[in-house]
């Protein structure tokens, strides 16, 4: 079955950097465009990064464009985010799922990771 496993979150300082990892596993991993997703309790969860299959494509929500970046490694079946200059407003549960638009991936969430952005 399709399975996330995402990991790499934390406690940071604003202005600090985290790079978090997604092993996926229960589907063809390389066919398939990958994004991360971010929530804040009460809200709705939004797309804030997506990667095409071979990475040579991304697209990013506005607010993180220019501090975050997606890659993948399809031989390891595993998507990245690397969050740089992070604000207080990125605090957030961090998920991945397969897709490229928002609603685009399977039905099945990882347990997600948490990040928090504080001083």
């Known amino acids: 079955q399709v399975q996330f496993v995402e990991s790499g979150g934390g406690l940071v300082q604003p202005g600090g950097s985290l790079r978090l990892s997604c092993a996926a596993s229960?589907?063809?991993?390389?066919?398939?465009?990958m994004s991360w997703y971010r929530q804040v309790p009460g809200k709705k969860r939004e797309l804030a990064a997506a990667i095409s299959t071979s990475g040579r494509n991304t697209n990013y929500l506005d607010s993180v464009k220019g501090r975050f970046t997606i890659s993948r490694d399809n031989a390891k079946n595993t998507v990245y985010l690397q969050m740089n200059s992070l604000k207080p407003e990125d605090t957030a549960v961090y998920y991945c799922?397969?897709?490229?638009?928002?609603?685009?991936?399977?039905?099945?969430w990882g347990q997600g990771t948490q990040v928090i952005v504080s001083s």
């Open positions: 799922n397969s897709g490229w638009r928002s609603g685009d991936g399977f039905r099945s």
């Open positions: 229960g589907f063809t991993f390389s066919s398939y465009p």
